[in-house]
């Protein structure tokens, strides 16, 4: 079966350091991997996905993510944080069977302290 | 801008009545999804229908309907709920039925309070 895990539940930095969030993963099957963020009030935006291919995926906003396969890892990282970027951020991956599922990482909330 | 559009975006009701929550896109997605989250926690599913058709309900309470009149709309009719139903409802899209590698799309949600 499947399983996300989010290693922090706060990542608190400072405006303009650079952040990573980690997500480890678990799977029997071929994996593919998403990373959404929540803005208050707001629903789930993707900011990034992998599918196959190159291991490092560029998203929106400024993150990108890698891939390492032999760490069953996909950290999300950024260079440079804006205070915009706080918000809660959620690892998945897609289940095993055929039905869509996503199985979560339980969040990380990122704090950007000016 | 949300491509997946919820109404209302809040929603206050008794455990009495009985209203009903709405969801639509317009990307010719033939997958869609409910979800309820609590505060600082993941989105839990609850249905997900494939073409127009019910293929998932996650061990569900009866007093949560759900309803797919076409492809581009789906609604979650409610009736009788509990204080433990109050959270953020949000519903999702995605290209392809059962696809593994389909990302969804989400809405902004309806947070519902139930008194």
């Known amino acids: 079966a499947q399983s996300v895990t989010q290693l922090d539940s706060q990542v608190p930095v400072f405006e303009e350091a650079p952040v990573e969030l980690r997500c480890n993963y678990s799977?029997?099957?071929?994996?593919?991997l998403f990373w959404y963020v929540q803005y208050p009030n707001q629903g789930l935006q993707l900011l990034l996905k992998y599918l196959s291919g190159s291991t490092l995926v560029k998203g929106i906003n400024g993150f990108e993510a890698e891939f390492n396969k032999s760490q069953t890892s996909f950290h999300l990282r950024k260079p440079s944080v804006h205070i915009s970027d706080t918000a809660e951020y959620f690892c998945?991956?897609?289940?095993?069977?055929?039905?869509?599922?996503?199985?979560f990482g339980q969040g990380t909330t990122l704090q950007v302290k000016p | 801008d949300t491509e997946v559009t919820q109404t209302p975006k809040h929603l206050v009701m008794g455990m009495t009545n009985k209203k009903s929550l709405k969801c639509e896109q317009h990307m010719g997605h033939r997958a869609m999804y409910w979800y309820k989250q609590k505060a600082k926690k993941p989105p839990e599913l609850m249905f997900v229908y494939s073409y127009e058709k019910l293929s998932i309900n996650e061990s569900v309470p009866s007093r949560f309907s759900p309803e797919c009149p076409n492809s581009s709309l789906l609604n979650l009719h409610l009736h009788a709920l509990q204080p433990e139903d109050s959270a953020l409802y949000l519903c999702?899209?995605?290209?392809?039925?059962?696809?593994?590698?389909?990302?969804?799309?989400f809405g902004d949600g309806t947070r519902l309070s139930i008194l």
């Open positions: 998945a991956v897609t289940g095993s069977s055929n039905t869509g599922k996503l199985i």
């Open positions: 999702a899209s995605s290209q392809v039925p059962g696809g593994r590698n389909q990302p969804q799309h």
């Open positions: 799977s029997s099957v071929s994996v593919y």
